[in-house]
């Protein structure tokens, strides 16, 4: 079969390129699963570049997420049939034709779900709805975001708006608020604006943040938590600008503020499985009824590797870039 190997860690447009390799056979309580679409994400991006919080042994294939179809089961595997189509968001190395992963962490899809969405509704979805699951807040509240016209920004604002969240988003620029109005979503403010803070006094009328979401890092997270009420929390969630946070003691300390991380494949790995199919099922009518939106901005062949990481690392990218064999 066909899959996507790194021999050295790098720039994922140049050391990824196809390679054959042997058709896995699925063991006791495992599943061989024919790969359909997969997303490219950043944490995927990280990883082949050595960077991420997880590092493969060399040489590697790479990709977390994916829709395929169920072609063989292993020994015990009774809650799958081959044919049937399945999404995971926590297997390594489904860039590739086939793939091999625990049938316990399969997901079924509804018929009603076209390709394109069931692709990508586990890893960034699923961490959005996590994500707002993990934070106490009830109907009325506000949390405060930034990198809100990222995947997972839209998604939290979407989610939030359908718990009755009151959800604020930060932008760089003027148009990535235009970008996100245009998909229904309002409580948007650029930061290059000299009066943004001024923004968004107005636009909550005074009412407390209790939550901070930092996706960027640098003085981006120290922005979030200068808007919190006190004893608000903020919540890192990613480092798309910097590795470090620039966060100011006083805010700290005079708001008696918390922070601390969320890391969705660790809380996704822990969840009680109860909790996680509720979870899924208030995922997929979301998606079903519109709520919950999930554009595409192009799919490659894996063949295609260097073009799809290009795009998938353009600016005022809307929707996420997908990979088929």
């Known amino acids: 079969m066909k899959a996507l190997i790194h021999d050295e860690f790098g720039d994922p447009a140049e050391v990824l390129s196809v390679d054959e390799r042997p058709l896995p056979e699925p063991g006791a309580g495992e599943v061989r699963v024919r790969m359909l679409l997969s997303p490219i994400h950043n944490h995927d991006l990280w990883t082949v570049r050595g960077t991420y919080g997880f590092k493969p042994e060399l040489p590697a294939q790479a990709g977390t997420e994916a ?54 509704l586990v890893s960034m979805p699923f961490s959005a709805i996590s994500l707002l699951e993990s934070l106490d807040l009830a109907e009325g509240d506000w949390l405060i975001q930034n990198a809100a016209n990222g995947a997972v920004g839209r998604m ?32 948007v403010i650029a930061t290059d604006d000299a009066d943004w803070r001024e923004q968004l006094a107005a636009l909550t009328d005074g009412a407390p943040l209790r939550v901070g979401v ?78 919950l939106t999930l554009p595409v901005a192009g799919v490659h062949t894996l063949a295609d590797i260097r073009a799809a990481v290009e795009a998938s690392g353009r600016p005022g990218r809307v929707g996420k870039v997908l990979l088929r064999p």
């Open 156 to 187: 939290v604002a979407q989610l939030g708006a359908a718990r009755g969240i009151n959800v604020v988003g930060l932008v760089r620029r003027a148009a990535g608020v235009e970008e996100l109005r245009a998909q229904g979503i309002e409580r």
């Open 214 to 291: 930092d996706s960027v890092g640098g003085s981006a997270a120290g922005d979030v938590l200068s808007t919190l009420a006190v004893n608000g929390t903020l919540v890192v969630f990613g480092a798309m600008a910097s590795p470090t946070l620039e966060l100011a003691s006083g805010d700290i300390i005079f708001k008696q503020a918390t922070v601390k991380g969320f890391w969705g494949s660790v809380v996704s790995r822990e969840m009680p499985a109860d909790q996680r199919n509720r979870l899924f099922q208030e995922l997929f009518a979301r998606t079903q009824d519109g709520t």
């Open 67 to 120: 829709l395929g179809v169920v072609d063989a089961l292993g020994e015990g595997v009774d809650q799958l049939t081959v044919g049937q189509r399945v999404v995971t968001g926590g297997t390594f190395g489904v860039w590739a034709e086939y793939f091999v992963t625990r049938a316990a962490g399969l997901i079924p899809v509804p018929d009603a779900l076209p390709d394109e969405s069931a692709a990508q």
